[in-house]
């Protein structure tokens, strides 16, 4: 679903879609330009958003804003992709579906290969390099437990490389902290 | 979704590097089994740590069963923050290992079949 269908209709029912930011580059890009109020929208929409007929109006009005303003705002943020997305955050295992974190240990020289090959799986969420032997994290999620087991062998098979699986035993959840705040 | 849990909330997710959170340490700790969940509890409600699990070990090529995502405005503050982790842990503590990010391969949202 697309981000600008979802915004451009004010005061739409809160369930009707979400927005990810197009686009996924290889930068660690940083520094956007965020203004106070920005960042106090950024804040508050990490909180639960209300499950009302006119939720944009009523985020607004909390900040203090006018629904467009907020509307602007917000479309905005997800052009610069300052936020990568905005909607529901699935948890996919109560879903029926599965998400694992694994990881590889690619020779140095093979690193873009072995790159390209993995982010290739529509299964890999999320990847990144990270500075240790294990240099490759990435998520899997799939519609079925047994689709991880499928897609690590498939990762296995097409990169050479074994593939570490870690599964996750326990969450040790917290509801929204503050570390959910942005720098002032 | 929401009642069931199925959908976690509704809500933006940011970029932490585009909001200033340039430093992204995943923290990996050896907790002692008896203990693990005791301890796992307060390292996952500190206020700097965004996600907190339990996972299996893989001996002898990874020992850590505790992972702990810190993210910062850069390294020296990460380590400060995962120093606090150590500090909480004590003794249920074996070795940890602080493994830092310095490239998004990739990132995108959940792609199951329709």
Redesign the interface.
């Known amino acids: 679903m697309r981000r600008a269908i979802l915004l451009k209709a004010p005061s739409r029912p809160a369930a009707a879609g979400f927005a990810n930011a197009r686009g996924s580059g290889p930068d660690l890009a940083s520094g956007a330009a965020l203004d106070e109020v920005d960042r106090r929208l950024i804040n508050a929409l990490q909180g639960d958003f209300p499950l009302v007929a006119e939720p944009y109006r009523q985020v607004a009005e909390a900040l203090g804003l006018d629904e467009s303003e907020l509307l602007r705002r917000l479309d905005s943020l997800l052009e610069r992709r300052v936020l990568t997305r905005f909607g529901p955050m699935f948890q996919i295992e109560r879903a029926g579906g599965a998400f694992v974190l694994a990881a590889m240990r690619v020779p140095e020289a093979e690193f873009e290969r072995v790159a390209a090959q993995v982010n290739a799986f529509s299964e890999v969420a999320h990847n990144y390099r990270r500075e240790h032997a294990l240099n490759m994290w990435f998520v899997l999620a799939t519609a079925t437990p047994q689709g991880i087991s499928e897609a690590i062998a498939a990762i296995e098979a097409v990169t050479g490389l074994p593939v570490f699986a870690f599964r996750k035993e326990r969450e040790y959840f917290v509801e929204m902290k503050p570390h959910a705040r942005i720098l002032a | 979704?929401?009642d069931?849990?199925?959908?976690?909330?509704?809500?933006?997710?940011?970029?932490h590097?585009?909001?200033?959170?340039?430093a992204?340490g995943?923290s990996v700790w050896d907790v002692d089994d008896s203990r693990i969940?005791e301890m796992?509890?307060q390292?996952?409600?500190l206020?700097?740590?965004?996600?907190?699990?339990?996972?299996?070990r893989?001996l002898p090529?990874?020992p850590y069963n505790l992972?702990a995502m810190v993210?910062s405005?850069n390294r020296r503050e990460v380590a400060a923050r995962v120093a606090e982790i150590a500090t909480l842990l004590g003794d249920a503590c074996r070795a940890h290992?602080i493994?830092?990010?310095?490239?998004?391969?990739?990132?995108?949202?959940?792609?199951?079949?329709a």
């Not at chain 2, 206020?47 to 299996?56: A, I, K, N, S």
């Not at chain 2, 310095?102 to 199951?112: C, P």
């Open positions: 979704m929401l069931s849990g199925v959908i976690r909330r509704i809500g933006a997710v940011p970029n590097y585009a909001i200033g959170y340039t992204n995943m969940d796992g509890k390292v996952g409600a206020e700097f740590v965004t996600h907190c699990y339990r996972r299996p893989r090529d990874w992972f993210h405005q290992e493994l830092y990010s310095t490239a998004i391969l990739k990132k995108s949202g959940l792609r199951i079949a």
